[in-house]
């Protein structure tokens, strides 16, 4: 059996997500100071998106762990974690995966941008409400990247790419071939 090695990837692909990265990061830690500036409160779309300055949160998601003392060494812990496994992701994927590799650095742009407020701050800021079906959440920028993100990663593992469980595209569907093709080649060889 052939001794298999981490190769890293990093190409074209890999250069435009860091400036997605970059650029999103700066677009929420911008917003997020001039959201303290300038006292930001107006109406986005009636009943729906609401801007309202001042919000601050010491938990994460839902203020989960807020009341906790323990909870923004956790969370600083974790995002730390979660950021340097998805750097890692990042770098073992083949240039190929562009989708995956934008998603991440949406993630981590998210994840970074969070992680800035908790070590500089202590909290979160948080600024736009968004009514959802059964209850309202105020978030921020970073929260948004990460929630799209993480929805295009979804997307790319469930349609898009070659490991994709219900592959649409022409890439997925020739992969999932291929596998399938070395499968019946690998049985007929144990029956010979």
């Not at 990460?146 to 979804?154: H, L, R, S, Y």
Request: contains cysteine; proline residues 1%; aromatic residues 14%.
């Amino acid at each position: 059996m052939a001794d298999k090695k981490l190769k890293l990837h990093f190409g074209k692909v890999s250069i435009i997500a860091l400036v997605v990265f970059a650029v999103l990061l700066a677009v929420d830690l911008i917003l997020k100071h001039f959201e303290v500036e300038d006292s930001w409160n107006f109406v986005v779309i009636k009943n729906f998106i609401w801007v309202e300055s001042g919000h601050r949160n010491t938990g994460s998601a839902f203020s989960l762990f807020a009341d906790k003392v323990w909870g923004r060494i956790f969370l600083v812990t974790l995002s730390v974690i979660l950021i340097c496994a998805l750097c890692a992701a990042f770098v073992l994927l083949p240039e190929r995966f562009v989708v995956l590799k934008i998603a991440i650095a949406m993630i981590v742009s998210g994840a970074f941008g969070n992680l800035v407020d908790r070590l500089i701050f202590g909290y979160v800021r948080d600024f736009v409400w968004v009514n959802m079906l059964f209850t309202s959440a105020c978030c921020n920028f970073a929260d948004f990247f990460i929630v799209f993100g993480t929805i295009a990663a979804i997307a790319d593992f469930l349609f898009l790419n070659e490991w994709a469980f219900i592959p649409l595209t022409r890439t997925a569907k020739e992969a999932r071939e291929r596998e399938k093709q070395r499968e019946n080649e690998e049985k007929d060889g144990q029956n010979d």
